[in-house]
């Protein structure tokens, strides 16, 4: 079955840096375009990139545009979130996700803080 494993986050000051990985398992992860989202508490989940199979990011969003850079490595079955020059709003749970046959999958999440 599909899994997703978040990994990476943590407590970062404004202007730092993170790398977060999600590690999947259950499907021919290489076909699959990949999602990043984020969430905070009483609010929507926001998409913040994707990425086809193939390694090429198709959109970001407005907000990470210049700061954050998605990538994949296909033999491992891995997908990362470069976070640069973080600010306290990019504060959320952040998740990865694909779609399959019409449904969403989810990874647990993994927080990401950032505070001075």
């Known amino acids: 079955q599909v899994q997703l494993v978040e990994a990476g986050g943590g407590l970062v000051q404004p202007g730092g840096s993170l790398r977060l990985s999600c590690a999947a398992s259950?499907?021919?992860?290489?076909?699959?375009?990949m999602r990043w989202y984020r969430q905070v508490p009483g609010k929507e989940r926001e998409l913040v990139a994707e990425i086809t199979g193939s390694g090429v990011p198709t959109n970001y969003a407005d907000s990470v545009k210049g700061r954050f850079t998605i990538s994949r490595d296909n033999t491992k079955n891995t997908v990362y979130l470069q976070m640069n020059n973080l600010t306290p709003e990019d504060t959320a749970v952040y998740y990865c996700?694909?779609?399959?046959?019409?449904?969403?999958?989810w990874g647990q999440g993994t927080q990401v803080t950032v505070s001075s």
């Open positions: 996700s694909i779609r399959q046959l019409g449904n969403d999958y």
């Open positions: 259950g499907f021919r992860f290489s076909i699959y375009f």
